[in-house]
């Protein structure tokens, strides 16, 4: 039977929790164990699919074509191995359930109430994972703070398992702030006190407490936080800001956390954890032989989390290149035909990103014709590709009104148009084309040589597609439809030869690039910004020498 961890937080959200559990996650797996890590989310939605990108960051898309809580993606970048639907839970989808099963008679008359049904309900999608032998240890985060009325029954689930399990199958580990306050120079634990007080009058007594702070603790700090916390001194994790989060294992490590969980759960410390090849993504990162700079073009560039897995791309594929990425956000909404040449001048390359809805369509299209007439690196992602077909059929085979029926639904050219099976569908929840498809590459192509391969399987989110009425019309006019699904014949790439490059695809590249594995297309993406860059370079050079000999 799988060992159990469950991680909490306190004080205030947006600590880490995800980070913090996927580093432990990761220590553990250096060291030979299987682990896998879920989420439980308070809020009653039944999963993150319909949520603005501003309420609640990205939505991240596993295999199976769940809709997902955005911590999955640490989950997945740092430990190598996909997630599922069984990997997040929210409270819509407990209470759901819950319903479900009583208007079906399966409580037989009872009285359906938050403890039992809710919390027996919590207690066994907790227990799902660890049930089958394919994990050592699941490590359980669980979604808000300690204190908040949407918590609770899972604090009671956990308090119940922490009963029914014993000592030596689950833990509990607490993250809270230990926040810095300037004027009186000094770290102050107070917060945490009653956070872990809070935590200890539900039932629920922390193992571990892992403390994020700006400025370093001393030991005398640790001492205090476990003597009024009830736990051991070298319980008291200590998580200072570092500049990336992928040194937080490292981190961890150096504070033994992991060492100190295993002992707890009663497990062999035997080796230290092999992490070669974290080790050397790290130094790759932290010390690039040159630098590029992409225009990230979005609705919601305001917010960093909505564009999460693109952003992590981009630090895989800059390392692998040993090349630093400086992401430049653009508001598509901003972007004219008068101020284009200006706002992209200084770009190395251009991502136009997923997103749904007309606002700013037109600056991508426009933003997209500069990159395809300047020859600046262009990667277009789902409706990224989707405003590249466009911006093709208007501008190079004049069809000025050709557009997505997304946006207008009576184009005369629809060359973006609803697939056919989303046509009868009315329910927004998780009735989008989700999940790994498989993706057949015209030999010879350029996305071929990307791969390496024919046949490849990416993930996809999306109701629109590009209209195969019209592939002739481009493929003539020199756009190269460079992929397809073999079973729907759904366009999934196109590219144009004759560009350094020009890219779009319909799935998410950026959902299955990990530490280990970068994306493959953006790690010739940033490949081409970067001999970009150096041709541009090259030429201020040339001209500057030009200039000296002038001179002399």
Request: hydrophobic share 35%.
């Amino acid at each position: 039977m799988a060992k159990y961890i469950f991680v909490t937080g306190g004080v205030t959200s947006s600590l880490g929790k995800g980070i913090i559990a996927a580093s432990l996650a990761k220590l553990l797996q250096a060291r030979g164990l299987r682990v896998t890590i879920q989420k439980f989310d308070p809020y009653i939605n039944v999963d993150p699919g319909t949520l603005n990108p501003y309420e609640h960051g990205e939505c991240y898309v596993t295999e199976d074509g769940a809709e997902t809580d955005l911590d999955l993606g640490h989950y997945e970048r740092f430990l190598n191995t996909p997630t599922s639907q069984a990997n997040n839970v929210t409270t819509g989808r407990i209470y759901q359930t819950v319903i479900n099963k009583e208007r079906e008679g399966a409580y037989l008359g009872k009285t359906v109430q938050v403890i039992p049904h809710i919390t027996d309900e919590i207690k066994r999608r907790i227990l799902l994972l660890g049930k089958d032998g394919r994990y050592d240890i699941v490590i359980t985060e669980l979604g808000g703070t300690v204190g908040d009325i949407e918590s609770l029954p899972y604090i009671e689930a956990v308090r119940q398992l922490q009963w029914e399990l014993g000592e030596e199958d689950c833990l509990v580990v607490h993250l809270t702030l230990i926040p810095y306050l300037r004027a009186a120079k000094e770290l102050k634990t107070k917060p945490t006190q009653h956070s872990v007080r809070l935590l200890s009058e539900n039932g629920v007594h922390p193992d571990i407490i892992v403390c994020r702070t700006e400025e370093p603790m001393y030991r005398d700090l640790k001492k205090k936080i476990a003597l009024f916390c009830n736990v051991q001194v070298d319980a008291v994790i200590e998580a200072n800001d570092v500049g990336t989060i992928y040194e937080v294992p490292l981190e961890m490590m150096r504070e033994k956390l992991d060492v100190i969980c295993l002992r707890k759960l009663n497990l062999p410390v035997e080796k230290e954890p092999e992490l070669v090849k974290w080790r050397e993504f790290l130094d790759k990162l932290k010390y690039p032989k040159s630098k590029v700079t992409i225009g990230l073009i979005g609705k919601y560039v305001e917010l960093q989390d909505a564009y999460k897995s693109i952003l992590e791309s981009f630090i895989h594929a800059g390392a692998l290149n040993e090349c630093k990425v400086v992401v430049q956000n653009l508001h598509s909404e901003h972007i004219t035909p008068e101020n284009v040449c200006d706002k992209l001048k200084n770009l190395d390359g251009l991502l136009v990103a997923p997103g749904f809805g007309h606002r700013g369509i037109e600056g991508k299209i426009t933003a997209i014709r500069y990159a395809r007439e300047n020859n600046l690196p262009f990667f277009g992602i789902c409706l990224g590709m989707q405003m590249a077909v466009v911006e093709y059929a208007r501008n190079v085979m004049n069809w000025k009104d050709a557009h997505s029926t997304e946006m207008n639904p009576e184009t005369a050219h629809p060359v973006i148009g609803l697939m056919e099976e989303q046509k009868k569908i009315t329910a927004k929840g998780g009735t989008m084309r989700l999940g790994a498809y498989t993706c057949e590459l015209k030999p010879g192509s350029r996305a071929a040589q990307i791969y390496g391969s024919t046949l490849i399987s990416e993930r996809h989110r999306h109701r629109y597609e590009f209209n195969n009425e019209y592939q002739a019309d481009f493929e003539n006019a020199g756009l190269v439809t460079s992929g397809r699904n073999p079973e729907s014949t759904l366009v999934e790439m196109i590219e144009l030869p004759e560009h350094p490059f020009f890219v779009g695809c319909q799935f998410h590249p950026e959902l299955k690039s990990t530490v280990e594995r970068p994306a493959p297309l953006f790690v010739h993406f940033i490949a081409a910004a970067k001999q970009y860059a150096e041709g541009k370079n090259g030429k201020v050079k040339t001209a500057e020498e030009k200039k000296i000999v002038h001179h002399d």
